[in-house]
């Protein structure tokens, strides 16, 4: 078990708990993906950012500067938006693949995860509960209790992915909960949460946020691009265009 363990992150890394395993399966699949060309890192449109950046209103991230600012804890409450369809959730599969071996990183579904647990009537955040029972800690009760005394010192990083898809009448709730984790662990814990641009209210009500990036539809650039890294030959990418067209 995680007994004795001084800080979280040695908590997690003992034999008995799936967090280590788990991690590293997720950054052998991420490792693939990009080798396999299955994968295109993108580039982030900032729109706040604690810190001054290089383009000013028209700053830009790749996702390993992004990454590279989120490890650094450059942000604390990051709103991470784009449309439907353009790749949340896979960015956020990335960065956990990224960031679990550096800090402690726990990727939650608000729609499949926290919506369903908060519909089923369970007591206490749900977004925790999620975390413990991907972690094996519901039943164990020791850990559980030596879990969260060890959350209050962290660091640790939450990506709450599919805000967007919480069915309106359960949202506040889920968004009541986000908030709640993010006063409890206000130093320890950075978050990012994952949506569509919000339409009903500004940010959806969550409290405390200090940075925003928005990750852009697919160019025709990028597309190119990505034909270009993906075709393995010039003859093959022309075909594919002429096929396109």
Not at 65 to 73: C, D, E, H, I, T
Not at 115 to 138: F, P
Not at 182 to 192: D, E, G, V, W
Not at 198 to 224: E, Q
Request: positive net charge; proline residues 4%; hydrophobic residues 40%.
């Amino acid at each position: 078990s995680g007994c004795g363990a001084s800080n979280l992150r040695g908590f997690l890394e003992t034999d008995d708990l799936p967090y280590a395993t788990s991690c590293r399966a997720y950054h052998k699949r991420h490792k693939k993906a990009l080798n396999d060309l299955a994968y295109n890192p993108p580039t982030l449109l900032v729109q706040t950012w604690p810190k001054s950046l290089a383009g000013g209103k028209h700053a830009t991230l790749t996702e390993s500067s992004f990454v590279m600012r989120v490890a650094a804890g450059q942000a604390r409450r990051i709103l991470v938006s784009a449309r439907g369809g353009v790749g949340k959730s896979t960015l956020a599969k990335a960065l956990e693949a990224t960031l679990c071996g550096e800090i402690p990183t726990f990727r939650v579904d608000l729609n499949a995860d926290v919506a369903a647990r908060i519909g089923a009537g369970e007591k206490g955040n749900a977004i925790l509960r999620q975390v413990e029972a991907k972690l094996a800690l519901e039943a164990r009760v020791s850990d559980r209790d030596s879990f969260r005394e060890l959350l209050a010192t962290g660091p640790f990083i939450l990506l709450l992915d599919s805000l967007d898809e919480v069915p309106v009448a359960v949202r506040p709730k889920v968004v009541a909960q986000i908030n709640e984790v993010s006063k409890k662990f206000a130093t320890s814990a950075q978050m990012l949460i994952f949506a569509r641009p919000a339409v009903l209210s500004t940010d959806y009500g969550i409290t405390g946020l200090d940075a925003k990036v928005h990750l852009p539809p697919l160019t025709c650039g990028r597309a190119r691009s990505t034909l270009r890294w993906t075709a393995g030959s010039d003859d093959l990418q022309t075909r594919t265009e002429q096929f396109i067209r």
